[in-house]
């Protein structure tokens, strides 16, 4: 586990902790203190991701498209 703050992740960095966090707490060799610590990262990290998904399905959802299927452009996110 890092101390780097969960907001300047990117959606690789927060996934590949999250994963490090269940593990540890899957496996349960840490204290009780230590085990509610970890949570409450997981617990950040999993918001993070989900944040970040959901900005990437934004951006797709903003791409038009021409009669043919094509990409042409991109729409203002208030217009999706």
Not at 19 to 42: H, K, M, N
């Amino acid at each position: 586990m890092t101390d780097r703050p969960v907001d300047e992740m990117s959606f690789e960095e927060a996934m590949a902790e999250l994963e490090q966090v269940l593990g540890q707490l899957e496996r349960g060799d840490v204290a009780l203190d230590a085990s509610i610590t970890l949570y409450e990262r997981g617990a950040a990290l999993k918001a993070r991701c989900e944040a970040k998904l959901k900005e990437a399905e934004e951006k797709v959802a903003a791409i038009t498209l021409d009669a043919d299927g094509n990409p042409t452009g991109l729409k203002a996110a208030g217009d999706l």
